[in-house]
């Protein structure tokens, strides 16, 4: 009879529960914070339900991508996005009402959580927006705005400059802070953020941050870029300074003329709106169009250097109307000029056929040299004289300070180089010429961030560019910028 009783009992029990609508629980708390943006909403039913049921009830707003599967049979799903959701930002998740397999009823529900924030730096920009990514460059004084995902709090954070403490700046919101690179001197820069900050409702910072970046002085100026070098004569007397265009340059080789003046010879990658004055050629002009492989720009040319131009042709653009003209602000001959468009036209309607050719440039990374602030070169009466704030050297010759003409600015050298050769002077049809030796080596002196080395230059091949090694083995680069090579004996 006891038996009988129980299984009624039971019975009566199952039957109870059989009539008991199919109940769903989730892992997500309704109002639930700090839940992970990468994480997944499960639903778990008390009662077998179709996966496209559960599908075509769910819904999450705002409105995001993802996907239902099964993680358990039909008792238990999961909606996984098909990327983080949005940090600290609330969702919504809504179950319609449905019916399982066996045809009970699901009440759905109605669920509201609220995602993790992780505080982190989003970008550090430089003046212009410009976000900083590893290898790039910033001007000497540059203000650098910190921008982080989140309100934070100031005093957690700590950024360092070459190890230095930077003086931060914050904005109302706590968001962004600035700090300033003025009085660091020029070269490789490094920026981190410290871990261990935190943002304003306690969260810590994820990690670290640290870029890579470097202080250097630039020429912003307008500029044409060119297949290949234009090597441009240029006069070094009294009466063409200050010349314009020197500043955008990347290599300028300076050597001895005649009659004590010397000569430039300046290449570009990169045409400036003006260039001059432009005068002949002379036999190093030569040997330098072969070795940087482009197309050398002149006025005139002596019968020497014609002939031996005749039994060694280097491609060359002499005067030409429409290209080059007479500039009413300089007096003759130191007048004749060419802007940046002209040369690029010079090469593309005379020498399209030429092939592209670029000079290296790459920043160097040299060890601590011999202290050089102040470099002297007796045989062209120069001077040169170490700008720690910009990180460039300033020319002086004959007392005259070296400004570019078209920018009204010092003239900043980024690398020196005083490269000695063997000089010869030879008579020719009763005039001397100067006669230099780029086909073989010799010693070099490498001036460079205040910082001085010794090495040499060799020629490997006299189609290509000269090649420089400190004295330690390394094979130097130039640096992006003007590089002024000193030619002498």
Aim: hydrophobic letters at 35%; glycine letters at 10%; proline letters at 6%.
């Amino acid at each position: 009879m006891v038996l009988l009783v129980v299984l009624i009992g039971v019975g009566a029990y199952l039957a109870y529960q059989n009539t008991l609508p199919t109940t769903v629980a989730t892992n997500v708390k309704n109002g639930q914070k700090d839940v992970p943006t990468d994480g997944s909403f499960v639903l778990t039913f008390s009662r077998s339900v179709s996966r496209d049921v559960v599908q075509a009830a769910f819904s999450i707003t705002p409105s995001t991508d993802g996907a239902i599967t099964s993680v358990s049979g039909q008792n238990q799903y999961a909606w996984t996005p098909s990327k983080p959701l949005v940090e600290l930002k609330t969702y919504t998740v809504d179950l319609k009402p449905i019916l399982d397999v066996s045809g009970h009823h699901v009440n759905g529900g109605h669920w509201t959580f609220t995602t993790i924030i992780i505080p982190r730096v989003v970008a550090i920009t430089a003046g212009d927006g410009t976000a900083l990514k590893d290898g790039m460059e910033i001007d000497p004084g540059a203000t650098l705005k910190l921008a982080f995902n989140d309100q934070m709090e100031p005093v957690t954070i700590k950024a360092t400059i070459n190890g230095q403490v930077a003086d931060l700046k914050w904005a109302t919101d706590d968001r962004s802070a600035t700090f300033s690179t003025a009085g660091i001197a020029s070269g490789p820069l490094t920026i981190q953020i410290s871990p261990g900050g935190r943002d304003q409702t306690g969260h810590s910072v994820a990690a670290g941050f640290t870029v890579k970046t470097g202080i250097y002085w630039h020429d912003h100026e307008h500029t044409i870029s060119l297949r290949y070098p234009a090597i441009i004569q240029v006069p070094n007397d009294v009466d063409a300074r200050d010349q314009n265009g020197l500043q955008a340059a990347d290599v300028v080789f300076e050597y001895l003329a005649e009659g004590g003046i010397t000569r430039l010879t300046a290449m570009y990658m990169n045409a400036p709106n003006l260039i001059g004055p432009m005068r002949s050629a002379r036999f190093i002009s030569l040997k330098l169009g072969h070795h940087y492989r482009g197309l050398l720009f002149q006025s005139g040319e002596s019968q020497a250097t014609r002939a031996r131009a005749a039994s060694d042709p280097t491609p060359q653009f002499f005067d030409t109307i429409g290209y080059q003209y007479r500039s009413s602000s300089r007096y003759a001959p130191d007048n004749l000029m060419i802007s940046g468009d002209r040369v690029q036209a010079a090469q593309n309607n005379f020498f399209g056929d030429m092939p592209s050719f670029t000079i290296p440039k790459a920043r160097p990374t040299v060890p601590t040299g011999s202290g050089a602030l102040t470099v002297g070169v007796d045989e062209h009466n120069s001077t040169y004289t170490y700008d720690p704030a910009t990180g460039t050297y300033l020319k002086t010759e004959e007392g005259h300070r070296y400004s570019d003409a078209s920018l009204s600015q010092p003239l900043r050298i980024e690398m020196l180089i005083v490269l000695h050769t063997r000089e010869s002077y030879l008579v020719i049809d009763g005039h001397g010429v100067h006669d230099y030796d780029l086909d073989s080596s010799g010693a070099i002196g490498v001036f460079y961030k205040g910082q001085g080395y010794s090495g040499t230059w060799k020629s490997v091949d006299r189609n290509q560019p000269l090649v420089f090694t400190l004295d330690s083995g390394q094979v130097l680069t130039l640096p992006p910028g003007l590089v002024w090579i000193d030619v002498t004996a």
